[in-house]
């Protein structure tokens, strides 16, 4: 067995005091219970317990269905174990397998908003067991098994399957079996394998080893083709020693005995068994362009860094997060409880895997948003040997397996309630997450119906390139790149950027035979502010704003992005040179911000230093209409740091006065102020004024002075943990946005896609 060093760790692997404090720093352990409900006053005691808790008591029992309104359990999924083969660590016993337990159910938190809790059983008796598991099932949507040494895991699971009515779901198997199997796929994808024709060696046959094994013939590996070994070495027919009848059911016909013999000329290797049981030997052995997955945990049975020495055409992964690849269960039991959990479904059947399978498999091809760029350490993953499947912190995890595995769930009538529109669910999903994805998606949708030409007016920028590239994959519109064609084509090919796709479009400002009109155009505008003809051709041929503006004044596109290169004002006053406010309109700029599921809007976060009451009510009016634009019904708060007069103040006079404007206006959306901002966003504290006007919590926030709105936003996103988007542009003649300087290529599409809804999509 090789001994692995440790300087052979990856740069990003802890230590063990690390691991040690990171346990016992603040409240020990991992997880807490908060409560969702108010728990503050007497009315909510007698709601939450004695004597309204009685309601829904008696509803559950004369129908059951009704725990999945009046609990948390349709939302609830226990981890349980007994320790007895923590990660590949071995048999340590309950008490030891906590911690592991603790991070499962966090991470089903983390990463698909199921809430979980840990069970350690202090039993390795089979039917004890089970006896205390089986009781349990009124508590929970779910049962995640983990860590349950083989055989008794396949006793204790098949018995618990049949004995309660919710998935149970043995995660060292079936979790690991899908994962592996969609890293496979793409495995042989890129190595020109066949299923039918490869060979496959397993290290280890317990667990995880027969589940893997299992899934994969089911999905067609040929079984002949399959060598089994364990601690004895290979599982022969006739082998009696070590035996037990889930090792016998994948016996090989084989004259091969030990891991050394099997793995010479293998083409994949599956290790499940221990840290260190590949040797370099055997790994030089294997086929050309082997397939190496080393998913022990902690330590792999060979490592990365070891494999690259003896050989460089491996595809290799291990179990770990701190090497490419990551071939773990937890790419997906969160993901694939979600999707059974929101259908209520009676189990997790072989069409939920294998859906599952096939999501993550077709997900690794895609083009990767930046948030998967920031997980891999700023490079860029592209399907390919070091990117064989996606990354946990992948966005786009969420919605697509549950989506997967609710359907399969439908379609083979394991389903207690069953979802129609399955959009409308992904969307739902994708707000779990981040509910900024909820509202964009919404506003996707509308632009995809009405596509829209939108010109990325910093082409040559790389991070542009992609967003205009997302876009069109998007089916959004065309995006137009302006920019040198020479820069943008190389900058594309570093990028691995496709330009000939349909839906992209490059515009050579220097070549374009639209310069004339557009110079024409400005110089109408301009000649009487300065600028001389030959300003306005330097304008015109040389910056990139003024050109793309232009086209847009002009309707050679239909809207605009800008932002990366220049400071938000600069691109401003670039684009105010070509297109003026649409009549009766004021700019201004609009920022989207989202916390715990609440969106508001913070206006103005983008013109106006310290504007008038006239132009504070004007800002009013710009930012309720985005917000009903954006299917909100807009209730704005006019904030100050006084509310209604107290304490008094010269600043809060210009906000006082900004209502009467409004109420001279007769708008028709909810306004109230001067207010402090806790009055606008807490409907406890605004209960204390009964005459203010909006019926519910602020959704419009208009601040003050710029000052204000822009520390606010800040302070929100650093602070708070919203995701802010913006500051919009609204009340231009035409749809333009700026990004912020550095956007990622995700806020860029963001970006071009509410210009593009801007433009009546
Ligand atoms: N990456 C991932 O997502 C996952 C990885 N794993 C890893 O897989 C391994 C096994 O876990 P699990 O199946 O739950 O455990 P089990 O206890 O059920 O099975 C362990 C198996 O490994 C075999 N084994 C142990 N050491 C060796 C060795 N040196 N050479 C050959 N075979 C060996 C055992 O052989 P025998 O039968 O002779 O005792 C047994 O068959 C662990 O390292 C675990 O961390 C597990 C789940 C998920
Ligand atoms: C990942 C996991 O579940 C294990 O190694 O046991
Ligand atoms: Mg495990």
């Not at 040929?222 to 083709?225: G, Q, R, T, Y």
């Not at 294997?286 to 690259?308: C, L």
């Not at 065309?478 to 900058?491: F, N, P, Q």
């Given at each position: 067995?090789?001994?692995?060093?440790k300087?052979?760790?990856?740069a990003?692997?802890?230590?063990?005091?690390?691991?040690?404090d990171?346990?016992a720093?603040?409240?020990?352990?991992?997880?807490?219970?908060?409560?969702?409900?108010?728990?503050a006053?007497?009315?909510d005691l007698?709601?939450?317990?004695?004597?309204?808790?009685?309601?829904?008591?008696?509803?559950i029992?004369?129908?059951?269905?009704?725990?999945?309104?009046?609990?948390?359990?349709?939302?609830?999924?226990?981890?349980?174990?007994?320790?007895?083969?923590?990660?590949?660590?071995?048999?340590?016993?309950?008490?030891?397998?906590k911690?592991v337990?603790?991070?499962?159910a966090?991470?089903?938190?983390?990463?698909?908003?199921?809430?979980?809790?840990?069970?350690?059983?202090?039993?390795?008796?089979?039917?004890?067991?089970?006896?205390?598991?089986?009781?349990?099932g009124?508590?929970?949507?779910?049962?995640?098994?983990?860590?349950?040494?083989?055989?008794?895991?396949f006793?204790?699971?098949?018995?618990?399957?049949?004995?309660?009515?919710?998935?149970?779901?043995?995660?060292?198997?079936?979790?690991?079996?899908?994962?592996?199997?969609?890293?496979?796929?793409?495995?042989?994808?890129?190595?020109?394998?066949?299923?039918?024709?490869?060979?496959?060696?397993?290290?280890g046959?317990?667990?995880a080893?027969?589940a893997?094994?299992?899934?994969?013939?089911?999905?067609?590996f040929?079984?002949?083709?399959i060598?089994?070994?364990?601690t004895?070495?290979?599982?022969?027919?006739?082998?009696t020693?070590?035996?037990?009848?889930?090792?016998?059911?994948?016996a090989?016909?084989?004259?091969?005995?030990?891991?050394?013999?099997?793995m010479?000329g293998?083409?994949?290797?599956?290790?499940?068994?221990?840290?260190?049981?590949?040797?370099?030997?055997?790994?030089?052995?294997?086929?050309?362009?082997?397939?190496?997955?080393?998913?022990?945990?902690?330590?792999?049975?060979?490592?990365?860094?070891?494999?690259?020495?003896?050989r460089?055409?491996?595809?290799?992964?291990?179990?770990r997060?701190?090497?490419?690849?990551?071939v773990?269960?937890?790419l997906?039991?969160?993901?694939?409880f979600r999707?059974?959990?929101?259908?209520?479904?009676?189990?997790?059947?072989?069409?939920?895997?294998?859906?599952?399978?096939?999501?993550?498999?077709?997900?690794?091809?895609?083009?990767?948003?930046?948030?998967?760029?920031?997980?891999?350490?700023?490079?860029?993953p592209?399907?390919?040997s070091q990117?064989?499947i996606?990354?946990?912190?992948?966005?786009?995890?969420?919605?697509?397996i549950?989506?997967?595995?609710?359907?399969?769930?439908?379609?083979?009538?394991?389903?207690r309630?069953?979802?129609?529109?399955?959009?409308?669910?992904?969307?739902?999903?994708s707000?779990?997450?981040?509910?900024?994805?909820?509202?964009?998606?919404?506003?996707?949708?509308?632009?995809?119906?009405?596509?829209?030409r939108?010109?990325?007016?910093?082409?040559?920028?790389e991070?542009?390139?992609?967003?205009?590239?997302?876009?069109?994959?998007?089916?959004?519109g065309?995006?137009?790149?302006?920019?040198?064609?020479?820069?943008?084509?190389?900058?594309a090919?570093?990028?691995?950027?496709?330009?000939?796709?349909?839906?992209?479009?490059?515009?050579?400002?220097?070549?374009?035979?639209?310069?004339?009109?557009?110079?024409?155009?400005?110089?109408?505008?301009?000649?009487?502010?300065?600028?001389?003809?030959?300003?306005?051709?330097?304008?015109?041929?040389?910056?990139?704003?003024?050109?793309?503006?232009?086209?847009?004044?002009?309707?050679?596109?239909d809207?605009?992005?800008?932002?990366?290169?220049?400071?938000?004002?600069?691109?401003?006053?670039?684009?105010?040179?070509?297109?003026?406010?649409?009549?009766?309109?004021?700019?201004?700029?609009?920022s989207?911000?989202?916390?715990?599921?609440?969106t508001?809007f913070?206006?103005?976060?983008?013109?106006?230093?310290?504007?008038?009451?006239?132009?504070?009510?004007?800002?009013?009016?710009?930012?309720?209409?985005?917000a009903?634009?954006m299917?909100?019904?807009?209730?704005?708060?006019?904030?100050?740091?006084?509310?209604?007069?107290?304490p008094?103040?010269?600043?809060?006079e210009?906000v006082?006065?900004?209502?009467?404007?409004l109420?001279?206006?007769?708008?028709?959306?909810?306004?109230?102020g001067?207010?402090a901002?806790?009055v606008?966003?807490?409907?406890?504290?605004?209960?204390?004024?009964?005459?203010?006007?909006?019926?519910?919590?602020?959704?419009?926030?208009?601040?003050?002075?710029?000052?204000?709105?822009?520390?606010?936003t800040?302070?929100l996103?650093?602070?708070g943990?919203?995701?802010?988007?913006?500051?919009?542009?609204?009340?231009?003649?035409?749809?333009?946005q700026?990004?912020?300087?550095?956007a990622?290529?995700?806020?860029?599409?963001?970006?071009a896609?509410?210009?593009?809804?801007?433009?009546?999509?």
């Open positions: 067995m090789p001994d692995i060093d300087k052979d760790r990856p990003t692997s802890v230590t063990d005091q690390e691991a040690l990171f346990h720093t603040g409240r020990p352990g991992k997880l807490e219970v908060v409560p969702t409900k108010p728990m006053t007497q009315r007698s709601l939450a317990y004695s004597p309204g808790v009685a309601v829904p008591v008696k509803a029992a004369a129908d059951p269905q009704t725990a999945y309104d009046y609990t948390a359990r349709g939302n609830m999924v226990a981890v349980i174990s007994n320790g007895t083969a923590i990660l590949g660590l071995g048999n340590l016993g309950a008490l030891a397998s911690p337990m603790e991070g499962k966090v991470l089903f938190k983390r990463f698909a908003d199921v809430d979980s809790i840990d069970l350690e059983i202090d039993t390795e008796n089979v039917d004890e067991f089970i006896n205390c598991v089986r009781f349990l009124p508590s929970f949507g779910g049962i995640n098994l983990e860590d349950i040494k083989a055989p008794d895991c006793v204790i699971e098949s018995r618990l399957r049949e004995l309660m009515d919710i998935p149970v779901f043995h995660d060292d198997q079936h979790g690991t079996a899908i994962i592996a199997a969609a890293g496979l796929i793409n495995a042989l994808e890129l190595t020109g394998r066949d299923l039918k024709t490869t060979k496959l060696v397993c290290n046959a317990g667990a080893a027969i893997c094994i299992e899934l994969i013939k089911a999905m067609g040929a079984p002949e083709n060598i089994l070994c364990d004895k070495g290979v599982i022969y027919q006739g082998r020693e070590g035996m037990n009848q889930w090792k016998s059911a994948h090989a016909k084989t004259d091969t005995r030990t891991l050394e013999e099997a010479d293998a083409d994949v290797v599956f290790g499940l068994s221990q840290k260190g049981a590949f040797s370099a030997e055997m790994i030089r052995s294997m086929a050309d362009r082997p397939i190496i997955f080393a998913m022990a945990n902690p330590d792999p049975e060979i490592t990365p860094e070891e494999v690259a020495r003896i460089d055409d491996a595809i290799m992964a291990t179990g997060s701190d090497y490419p690849n990551q773990n269960n937890v997906g039991f969160p993901y694939i999707g059974a959990l929101d259908v209520r479904a009676s189990t997790i059947n072989d069409a939920m895997k294998i859906a599952a399978v096939k999501a993550l498999a077709n997900l690794a091809r895609e083009d990767v948003p930046d948030d998967v760029v920031a997980a891999y350490q700023g490079n860029r592209r399907f390919g990117y064989i996606p990354v946990p912190f992948d966005p786009r995890l969420i919605s697509a549950p989506v997967a595995v609710a359907e399969a769930a439908i379609e083979t009538g394991v389903a309630k069953v979802i129609t529109d399955m959009a409308g669910y992904a969307r739902e999903l707000a779990r997450r981040d509910p900024i994805a909820s509202t964009l998606a919404s506003l996707y949708e509308r632009v995809r119906r009405r596509p829209k939108i010109v990325f007016a910093e082409a040559e920028e991070q542009v390139l992609r967003a205009a590239l997302s876009y069109a994959n998007q089916q959004l065309t995006a137009i790149l302006l920019g040198r064609e020479d820069l943008i084509r190389s900058t090919e570093r990028a691995g950027i496709d330009l000939n796709r349909p839906g992209l479009e490059i515009v050579n400002a220097r070549i374009s035979t639209r310069v004339e009109a557009y110079i024409d155009y400005l110089y109408a505008r301009l000649q009487r502010h300065g600028y001389l003809h030959r300003d306005v051709q330097r304008l015109i041929h040389n910056d990139r704003n003024h050109f793309a503006a232009t086209m847009v004044a002009l309707g050679d596109a809207g605009m992005v800008t932002g990366i290169t220049r400071n938000y004002s600069t691109a401003l006053d670039d684009v105010r040179r070509c297109i003026d406010e649409k009549p009766g309109h004021r700019v201004i700029g609009v989207l911000a989202l916390c715990r599921g609440r508001v913070v206006a103005d976060t983008a013109v106006h230093d310290m504007p008038t009451a006239e132009q504070l009510a004007d800002i009013a009016e710009e930012a309720a209409g985005l009903r634009r299917g909100y019904q807009p209730r704005v708060a006019m904030l100050a740091y006084s509310t209604f007069g107290h008094s103040g010269e600043r809060s210009r006082r006065e900004a209502v009467k404007i109420d001279k206006r007769r708008v028709d959306f909810e306004y109230d001067e207010m901002a806790d606008a966003l807490n409907r406890k504290v605004m209960e204390q004024y009964p005459f203010c006007r909006l019926s519910g919590p602020a959704n419009v926030l208009v601040m003050p002075a710029f000052h204000s709105a822009s520390i606010s800040k302070m996103q650093e602070l943990g919203s995701t802010v988007i913006g500051p919009i542009l609204v009340g231009l003649d035409k749809p333009v700026i990004t912020s300087m550095g990622k290529d995700s806020d860029i599409v963001n970006m896609a509410i210009a593009a809804y801007g433009a009546g999509s």
